[in-house]
């Protein structure tokens, strides 16, 4: 069953098929760096290695890959929100449909990128595994 491509004024839909995959970008790539960071660190300090001083540095970059991978991932979803933004749509049509996802895609987006910092910060003060 092929979908329509028009609306019912004859403007041509946008597909929206990977919205609801942009939507959960940016939490996974959270969920990502906290494996890796928790990870690492649990690795590092269970078997007493030399690398224990260079924990903060790994953790330092992974943050900083992280971070700059949700905001590029967010970056599609600020161009549709920002393309909805001025338009008044009924939230039952498709472009009212795009402009939510978008609009709950830079929440996340807001969201992952609080807690990545926010999970980053222990890697600052607590240096030693104690």
Not at 19 to 32: M, N, R
Not at 57 to 77: H, K, N
Not at 99 to 104: I, K, M, N, R, S
């Amino acid at each position: 069953m092929s979908r329509d491509k028009t609306s019912a004024d004859g403007a041509e839909l946008r597909p929206d098929e990977g919205s609801l995959f942009g939507l959960i970008l940016a939490p996974t790539t959270w969920a990502l760096h906290f494996l890796a960071v928790y990870g690492l660190a649990a690795v590092a300090c269970a078997r007493g290695t030399k690398l224990q001083p260079a924990i903060p540095i790994w953790i330092g970059g992974l943050t900083c890959v992280a971070l700059l991978a949700i905001i590029l991932v967010s970056l599609p979803a600020w161009r549709e929100f920002q393309r909805e933004r001025n338009r008044r749509t009924d939230k039952a049509d498709p472009e009212g449909r795009a402009h939510f996802l978008a609009h709950a895609a830079l929440l996340l987006a807001g969201l992952s990128l609080f807690a990545t910092a926010l999970q980053a910060l222990p890697a600052l003060f607590a240096v030693s595994c104690r």
